[in-house]
């Protein structure tokens, strides 16, 4: 299946699921943000890849805005070169407005993800060489409060059909891309890697999370991620 085929099909089976309290509001940028994310693809996903680096799913400053995987608004524009008009979720939690590449706010995680690749590689025509960055889940889930409560924290009922659709789309995504290598972006998208790709020939890794909310990340997580990667020897 191409990227696009995949996307049409993930947005069909996530359409079908409901969540309950205490998610009170759900976004799917895959939908409201698509123009941009059909571009991110178009421009960068080109097949081959060595490695793809999974994230877990949109951050609200991030790729609830942009479209993009860790979408930090002035990377995507500045680095990646993507402006492309956003439209706004059917119900938009009123602590948590969906105001595209004109958001002011910065998602740190996404900061310092493509602040990384940029440092490390100079351009996007370098990293995306070898790299590709998606995210496992496309949905942000928020509480009543704007609270985020991430895939892992849904019940046992909501989150197992949820998983099942995601990891349908990770692995035709995998079967696309061809890569050598899939590095969750912290635990839980290694150990979705681990189970929804067990098929396919490829490793499975992981590397620190950049998230403020991680003590670790918060000291030189540029430089425990370059010593993780060349541990796995992907870079030199």
Known sequence: MNP?????????????????????????????????????WRRYGGPPKEVVLLGMNPGPWGMAQTGIPFGEVAAVKT??????????????????PVTGFACTRSEVSGR????WAARTFGTPKEFFRRFFVVNYCPLLFMEASGRNRTPDFLPVAERRPLLAACDRALARSM??????????????????????????DLRVGCILHPSPASPQANQDWEGRVNAQLRDLGILS
């Open 4 to 40: 696009q085929a995949i996307t049409d099909q993930l947005v069909t089976d996530l359409q079908r699921l409901r969540f309950g309290r205490p998610v009170t509001h759900v976004y799917n940028p895959l939908v409201y943000a698509r123009r941009s994310y059909d571009e991110y």
């Open 79 to 96: 680095w990646l070169g993507i402006e492309k008009e956003v439209d706004h979720p059917p119900c938009e939690h009123p602590k948590r």
């Open 112 to 115: 310092r993800l493509w602040g």
């Open 175 to 200: 079967e696309h891309l061809g890569p050598r290598w899939v590095i969750g972006v912290g635990k839980f998208a290694e150990e979705r890697a681990r189970e929804a790709l067990a098929g396919l």
